[in-house]
């Protein structure tokens, strides 16, 4: 018992999966099998084992190989577990690094939007505030206007009331009187004697002496100032006024009530009181 060695086989199965075996239970990869191979001791006491794989090892030197190649395995599993999940770790951060990117971006346009949106809607409150100023400013001056109109009216429909009462108050105050020019056939002769003779005023001088006397006879028997609408009848109320200088009008006045009336003779006379 003490020295020998143990001669009992361990005998190597194939599992239904491809590329694994089982020893004792434990499920064993090509892989572990090849390194195995490779590293089982050469001597006459060694033995091959036969069939799929041909070779046969002592229990305990199996076990102390399939426990190195598990801790191997287990450790490189672990590795890769470690990098998978840094990988998963940096994958997440990564995410989560491009969903807050998202959602600040989400949330600025959000915020940009309601900006946009509130200051559209102040707008379109001060439009509606103007309009409503321009409408009651409108309202306002076409009332003021109406009154304008009114008061305007009222205005001259009174200035002509009184225009039209004034005048028929003076109408009725004042009456017309007509005034005929004194001699006006020796007028009309006498300019057109001094026309033709221009140059010989004194040759006019005995048509001048006989206006001379129609005036004096018309201002002794009354001036010809007629009362419109009243029996025809001489009025005494003309004086007579002569301005005679060369080539200046001769004025006659008729003062006829509170009325004068202008007559005016065109006469060029020269020197003709000296004739008379």
Known sequence: MGGTASTRRVTFEADENENITVVKGIRLSENVIDRMKETS???PKSQRYSGAYGASVSEEELKRRVAEELALEQAKKESENQKRL???KELDREKAFANEQLTRAI??????NEE???????????????????KKQDAFYKEQLARLEERSSEFYKVTTEQYQKAAEEVEAKFKRYECHPVCADLQAQILQCYRQNTQQTLSCSALASEYMRCVNQAKQVGASCVLKESPVNQVNCCALFEDVIFNVHSKVFCECGYFVFYICSKLFLFNVFTLD
Do not use: F, M
């Not at 949330?107 to 940009?112: F, G, N, P, S, T």
């Not at 439009?127 to 321009?134: N, Y």
């Open 116 to 134: 946009e949106r509130a200051k559209a809607k102040h707008l379109a409150k001060q439009l509606e505030e103007k309009d409503r100023v321009i």
């Open 41 to 43: 001791p050469s001597g």
């Open 86 to 88: 840094k990988q998963d």
């Open 107 to 112: 949330l600025r346009e959000r915020i940009a």
